[in-house]
């Protein structure tokens, strides 16, 4: 049972910038497809980046093309979020996801298995 736990989230204003780590609990050798979901209030959730940590491209949903960036530390076990130019509809509850389908398959964004408790992400102007 993997278990992934997520943090780095917080306040910023509009334009600022913010990383998101999210950990593995325990090492492991097996690859999966991690990615980062967003719920604002009121709204889905989404996909928002994901990445295999067994090497591939990157994917992002298009409102964040360009302004965020997905990123794995294999040695630490650790997933980040950069995520840049921050505006005030990225403000959501943000989530660490994994699933042991690698990234590509059907729909990158579905079909996630273990799931962090979220970090709160608030962006004002």
């Known amino acids: 049972q993997v278990q992934l736990m997520e943090s780095g989230g917080g306040s910023v204003q509009t334009g600022g910038s913010l990383t998101l780590s999210c950990v593995t609990s325990e090492y492991t050798e097996n690859t999966y497809c991690m990615g980062w979901f967003r719920q604002a209030p009121g709204k889905e959730r989404e996909g928002v980046a994901a990445i295999y940590t067994g090497g591939g491209i990157p994917y992002y949903v298009d409102s964040v093309k360009g302004r965020f960036t997905i990123s794995h530390d294999n040695v630490k076990n650790t997933l980040y979020l950069l995520m840049n130019s921050l505006k005030s509809n990225d403000t959501a509850m943000y989530y660490c996801?994994?699933?042991?389908?690698?990234?590509?398959?059907?729909?990158?964004?579905?079909?996630?298995?273990?799931w962090g408790k979220g970090a709160l992400v608030m962006v004002s102007s």
């Open positions: 996801a994994a699933r042991e389908l690698p990234c590509g398959y059907g729909d990158t964004f579905a079909g996630m298995e273990y």
